[in-house]
């Protein structure tokens, strides 16, 4: 009964490659977050979508592209995968109106 | 500009000891959000206490009391009766107005590590 779920923990790839990290909430929350955490701990939002449709797309590469097939799930896919995107992402929800945003438990990706 | 600056790095602290650590902000809205949230080793992010700017009282949450001193742009997280498990990065946040809709934007967070 896990509230917000990523898949998978951990992805090793080649630089060049594409990969996808998928997230889903069972909240019912209306909005969805994706973050990049690097390797100094820094935290900083990427995209964020309410009811399928994106409302935050900060200065990040066209290489990562989010998609959200419904409410409950906002995928995040990276093309031609290069060093310095190796971090942990981190997929969140939150209800409008409400202060908290719960977050999934990571993603750490290593591009080699 | 929007930003939320954390001073201190990393802290150490004895075990049963009260702990502060510090969090001021920057921000042209008048309606904004302060949360704190807790990264332990095992990475992942556990919200603690949440602040709004146009709340009078300080928020409580168990042990964690946020100090939120609006005129000097602060919001301290406060950790009474410190306990080993509060060993962990903390995290300062605040939400903020963008465009039709709202963000949260982190500090740079500050490492805490509670000596036996």
């Known amino acids: 009964d896990t509230a917000v779920s990523q898949t998978p923990k951990y992805l090793v790839t080649q630089m060049g490659n594409d990969k996808s990290i998928k997230c889903e909430q069972n909240l019912g929350h209306d909005t969805m977050y994706w973050y990049k955490q690097d390797s100094k701990k820094f935290l900083k939002i990427m995209f964020s979508?309410?009811?399928?449709?994106?409302?935050i797309n900060e200065t990040v590469p066209n290489r990562f592209s989010p998609k959200s097939p419904d409410k409950a799930h906002l995928n995040l896919h990276i093309n031609s995968l290069e060093l310095g995107d190796s971090a942990v992402y981190f997929c969140?929800?939150?209800?409008?109106?409400?202060?908290?945003?719960?977050f999934g438990p990571g993603t750490r990706l290593t591009v080699l | 500009a929007q930003k939320i600056t954390q001073t201190q790095p990393g802290m150490f602290v004895q075990e049963k000891e009260a702990v502060t650590l510090d969090c001021t902000y920057d921000?042209?809205?008048?309606?904004?959000?302060l949360f704190w949230y807790k990264q332990p080793s095992s990475g992942e992010m556990i919200f603690l206490i949440y602040?709004?700017?146009?709340?009078?009282q300080n928020a409580t949450e168990g042990r964690y009391s946020l100090n939120f001193q609006k005129a000097r742009k602060s919001a301290n997280l406060v950790i009474s009766a410190s306990q080993l498990g509060d060993s962990a990065m903390y995290f300062c946040?605040?939400?903020?107005?963008?465009?039709?809709?709202?963000?949260?934007?982190f500090g740079s967070g500050t490492r805490l590590s509670i000596r036996p």
């Open positions: 969140a929800s939150s209800q409008a109106g409400e202060n908290e945003q719960f």
């Open positions: 946040a605040m939400r903020i107005r963008y465009s039709s809709a709202s963000k949260i934007i």
């Open positions: 979508y309410n009811n399928k449709e994106l409302i």
């Open positions: 921000t042209s809205d008048q309606s904004y959000g």
């Open positions: 602040q709004g700017s146009y709340d009078e």
